[in-house]
Structures are given as C-alpha cells and as structure tokens.
C-alpha cells in the first residue's frame, strides 16, 4: 500500500511538470515555451531537437544484467514475498476506492489490515 501511495505521488508529480508550460528561452538548444509533453509529441512542430541519449554497446547492457541477477534479480525489487503482496493486492482492489492519498491513507490501512489478515474462507 506505501509503494501504491509512493507511486500514485510520483505519477502526478510526473503529470504536473510535463504539462507545465515552461518559460520561453531563444538561447535554449531545445524547444520552450511549450509544455515538455507538447516539446516531445511534436517535437517537428517546434524547431526540432536533438536526442542526445548516448545508446549503451550490447556487451554493456548483458554486463548489466548479469549484475542485476547477481545481487538479486527482480526479487531485490520487492518489498515482501509475491503471495503476501497479491494477498494485499486482492484485499485493497476490494475496497474499491475512488480517492488514495495521504488525506486517508491511515484510514484505508485500518481497513485493510483485517482483510489482509483473516483466514480464507
């Protein structure tokens, strides 16, 4: 439930800075004036730019990989075991809520702790 409440702050901190209008700056190599969601969909629209990604060689990203699976794989990324986290999944999808912030967060947890906990039926 933290993570989804996290996540769910990340996602509209992400919304609200690309589609704010920056400041318009002629001295800027890249598009502005514009919102960075209008500056990357139409990117032709507005001066053009440039993809100044620098793309990793192949032996690189298996390098990566491999450490990745070394300290853990994808297991290193979860917060509790699969089963309990589908458990938990199950019992918040049933609440069936409209509104998840920080506003009633204690007040979702306090529900779902019996629903987490109770046996099986």
């Not at 800027?28 to 500056?39: D, L």
């Amino acid at each position: 439930m933290w993570s989804k409440l996290i996540q769910a702050g990340l996602d509209r901190q992400r919304e609200v800075f690309n589609t704010h209008k920056t400041r318009r700056d002629p001295k800027k190599y890249n598009p502005s004036g514009i919102s960075p969601n209008v500056a990357f969909t139409l990117w032709e629209d507005h001066g053009g730019a440039k993809n100044s990604l620098l793309p990793l060689p192949e032996e690189e990203l298996e390098l990566i990989a491999q450490l990745m699976e070394d300290i853990g794989g994808e297991e290193l990324l979860e917060f509790v075991p699969h089963p309990f986290a589908e458990r938990c999944e199950d019992a918040f999808d049933s609440l069936n809520l409209t509104v998840f912030d920080f506003t009633n967060v204690w007040t979702i947890f306090e529900a779902l702790l019996p629903l987490v906990f109770e046996e099986p039926a």
